[in-house]
């Protein structure tokens, strides 16, 4: 199990930018592929981005690519969450998870995912 702690969120208007933090409580930090979550009123929680054990593969949701840019450091063992271009559809509460897996490719589904931050709510007025 990871401790995940997320920090940053916040009231930000249309247009505007905001970024998250997820600080990690784990003995080796590189075994986990981390994920940013969201989940907006009397929605699912959906899959944001995704970054691999050694950074260098991300992948994005379709509605957040282009505007949203996932990021990690190991020496820190934190994973950020840099969003541009917000809209209110970006308004959610967003959560940082760990899936204990190497793989490049990582998941996007929220059952694929063993650990779980207590989520910080973003929210953007239009």
């Known amino acids: 199990q990871v401790q995940l702690v997320e920090s940053g969120g916040g009231l930000v208007q249309a247009g505007g930018s905001l970024s998250l933090s997820c600080a990690a409580s784990v003995r080796f930090f590189s075994n986990y592929y981390m994920g940013w979550f969201r989940q907006a009123p009397g929605k699912e929680r959906e899959f944001v981005a995704g970054v691999s054990w050694n950074g260098k593969s991300t992948r994005y949701a379709d509605s957040v690519k282009g505007r949203f840019t996932i990021s990690r450091d190991s020496a820190k063992k934190t994973v950020d969450l840099q969003m541009t271009s917000l809209e209110p559809e970006d308004t959610a509460v967003y959560y940082c998870?760990?899936?204990?897996?190497?793989?490049?490719?990582?998941?996007?589904?929220?059952?694929?995912?063993?650990?779980w931050g207590q989520g910080t709510q973003v929210t953007v007025s239009s």
């Open positions: 998870a760990a899936d204990f897996n190497r793989s490049l490719m990582g998941a996007v589904r929220v059952g694929e995912y063993d650990s």
